[in-house]
């Protein structure tokens, strides 16, 4: 297969346009491409890691990237396009007005500071007030539909959660801005949003659903770092 083909353009281009896929519909899309640039190009030893892999080295020095990500609070695989040095106000400085991106960052704190992290809708809404100036209902309904179709976002049980997007791309700025709500997984020693914790007091212990359901599989109802019952 050439260096760099049709193949991995239209894959760019649909990564890029799209933001967010799940796995299974990235697999599919990813197949229709390879069989309609297979007549033209020897694309048939391609694959998804393949072609991505060669995409991020063109787009890297451009700070972006395509990732796989496991959604922690679903365990859902998503392909995800993303700017690797975002904040939200870099991110977003030429799609929206000023008061739009200081929205961003309030859902994002709204959220991660919230006992469950996630929110109502009607909180989310509710944030506009604190705006300087004010959005209306109406624009932030519109902007939260947008972001959360974009990934950034995910509504699960009617309640708004921080999405698959959100996690990888601004990840380094939920750590730095709330490092009271960002932890790591003692078992993968990846950062976990939603986890479970160990309950004996000396230990609090934090750990990804998925991971813990791993370690129990050779090491039933114990808990990985202090060795105590896992309740």
Same mark, same amino acid.
């Given at each position: 297969?050439?260096?760099?083909?049709?193949l991995?353009?239209?894959?760019?281009?649909?990564?890029?346009? =799209?933001?967010? #896929?799940?796995k /299974?519909? $990235?697999?599919?899309?990813?197949l229709?491409?390879?069989?309609? +640039?297979s007549?033209?190009?020897?694309?048939?030893?391609?694959?998804p890691?393949?072609?991505?892999e060669?995409?991020?080295?063109?787009?890297? !020095? $451009?700070?972006?990237?395509?990732? &796989?990500?496991?959604?922690?609070?679903?365990?859902?695989?998503f +392909?995800?396009?993303?700017?690797?040095?975002?904040?939200?106000?870099s991110r977003?400085q030429?799609?929206?007005?000023?008061m739009?991106?200081q +929205?961003? !960052? #309030? &859902?994002?704190? /709204? %959220?991660i500071?919230s006992?469950?992290?996630?929110?109502a809708?009607?909180?989310?809404?509710?944030?506009?007030?604190?705006?300087?100036r004010?959005?209306?209902?109406? =624009?932030?309904?519109?902007? &939260?539909?947008?972001w959360?179709?974009?990934g +950034?976002?995910?509504?699960?049980?009617?309640?708004?959660h921080?999405? !698959? =997007?959100?996690?990888?791309?601004f990840?380094?700025?939920?750590?730095?801005?709330? !490092?009271? $709500?960002?932890?790591?997984?003692?078992? *993968?020693?990846?950062?976990?949003?939603?986890?479970?914790?160990?309950?004996?007091e000396s *230990?609090q212990?934090? %750990?990804?659903?998925s *991971?813990?359901?791993?370690?129990?599989e050779?090491?039933?109802?114990? *808990?990985?770092?202090?060795?105590?019952?896992?309740?």
């Amino acid at each position: 297969m050439e260096d760099y083909t049709p193949l991995h353009i239209a894959v760019l281009q649909l990564m890029s346009g =799209r933001g967010m #896929l799940e796995k /299974e519909e $990235f697999t599919k899309l990813f197949l229709k491409l390879k069989t309609h +640039y297979s007549e033209k190009l020897a694309v048939d030893s391609a694959t998804p890691e393949s072609v991505l892999e060669r995409i991020n080295e063109k787009i890297s !020095p $451009f700070n972006l990237s395509i990732i &796989l990500t496991k959604y922690e609070y679903s365990d859902e695989e998503f +392909y995800v396009y993303i700017s690797t040095t975002s904040s939200p106000e870099s991110r977003f400085q030429n799609l929206y007005t000023e008061m739009e991106i200081q +929205y961003f !960052p #309030l &859902l994002l704190r /709204e %959220i991660i500071t919230s006992d469950s992290t996630c929110i109502a809708p009607i909180v989310a809404l509710n944030l506009i007030s604190i705006l300087q100036r004010p959005l209306t209902k109406l =624009r932030a309904g519109e902007l &939260l539909k947008i972001w959360t179709n974009a990934g +950034y976002f995910k509504e699960m049980n009617e309640l708004i959660h921080l999405g !698959p =997007r959100s996690l990888v791309e601004f990840n380094g700025y939920l750590t730095v801005n709330y !490092p009271d $709500f960002v932890k790591t997984c003692s078992i *993968c020693l990846k950062t976990v949003y939603k986890s479970l914790t160990c309950k004996t007091e000396s *230990c609090q212990t934090t %750990i990804h659903a998925s *991971c813990i359901n791993r370690y129990h599989e050779n090491f039933p109802n114990t *808990c990985p770092s202090c060795k105590g019952d896992w309740v």
